[in-house]
C-alpha cells in the first residue's frame, strides 16, 4: 500500500530516531535510514533536500514531544513541587522511551555544522530552565522552600540533576532504571531546598 508523503516523512524521521540511538547520531547516514526505510537515497531526499532539513525536521518532533510533555506535566498538579516532581519525571521518560535524544542534544557535531539545530536545543533548554525556575520561584512564595534559594540557580541544578543521570544511565549501558533512580535524586534535591523553610515551620 503506498503510504502518503506525511506518513512516509513520519516513518523517515521516526527510523531517523532509532539509528541515531543505535548507531550514534554522529554516524548517522541517509544510507543507513534509506536501507532500514526500504528506499533508495534519493528517496530520502525526495522528502527532506539535505541531511540538515532532515535534522531540523527531527529537531522539531523532539521539541513538540517534549513542549506537549511539559504541558501535560504542569496539569498534573496543585503545587509547584508536585509540578517539579512531574517535569523531571517527565524528561526522565521522554529519555527512556527515546534514548537517543540525549546524544543528540550533546552531539558537538550535529552543533557545529547545524546552526539551526543548535539554537532549537537552545531555546528547548532555555525554556525548560525558564518553567522550572518559576516553579521554584512560586514554591518560595509559598514558603515550601528556602526563602533564599535563587530560582534561576535552583532550575540549572534540577537540569544537571536530570542531564547527569541521563548520560550516567547511557554511559552505564542503561544499566539500572531511570524513573526509580531519578525519583530518589530528586527528593534529595528538594530536601536540600526545603531544609532551612521546614525547620523554620518547626520552630
Known amino acids: 500500500m503506498r503510504k502518503s508523503a506525511q506518513e512516509r516523512k513520519a516513518e523517515i524521521l521516526a527510523t ?3 539509528l541515531a540511538d543505535e548507531l550514534g547520531p554522529d554516524r548517522l547516514t541517509t544510507a543507513a535510514i534509506a536501507e532500514a526505510v526500504g528506499l533508495t537515497q534519493p528517496g530520502i531526499f525526495r522528502h527532506f533536500p539535505t541531511k ?3 535534522w531540523h525536521a527531527l529537531a522539531a518532533v523532539i521539541s513538540a514531544r517534549l513542549k506537549a510533555a511539559w504541558d501535560e506535566a504542569l496539569a498534573a ?3 509547584p513541587e508536585g509540578r517539579i516532581a512531574a517535569l523531571v519525571q517527565t524528561q526522565l521518560n521522554l529519555i527512556e522511551a527515546h534514548p537517543a535524544i540525549p546524544a543528540i542534544l550533546f552531539s558537538r557535531e550535529l552543533r557545529v555544522e547545524n546552526g539551526a539545530l543548535r539554537q532549537t536545543f537552545v531555546g ?3 525554556t525548560f530552565h525558564g518553567i522550572l525556575a518559576g516553579e521554584l520561584a512560586r514554591a518560595r512564595e509559598a514558603g515550601t522552600v528556602r ?5 534561576a540557580d535552583g532550575a540549572v541544578l534540577l537540569i544537571s540533576l536530570v542531564q547527569g543521570l541521563a548520560m550516567r544511565w547511557s554511559l552505564g549501558a542503561r544499566g539500572f532504571a531511570l524513573q526509580p533512580e531519578g525519583v530518589r ?3 534529595v534535591q528538594m530536601a536540600l531546598f526545603t531544609g532551612s523553610a521546614t525547620e523554620g515551620k518547626q520552630s
Open 16 to 18: 531517523a530516531l532509532r
Open 52 to 54: 540538515q532539513a532532515l
Open 124 to 126: 528547548l533548554m532555555t
Open 147 to 151: 526563602p533564599d534559594l535563587d530560582p
Open 185 to 187: 535524586l530528586l527528593a
Open 77 to 79: 498538579s496543585a503545587s
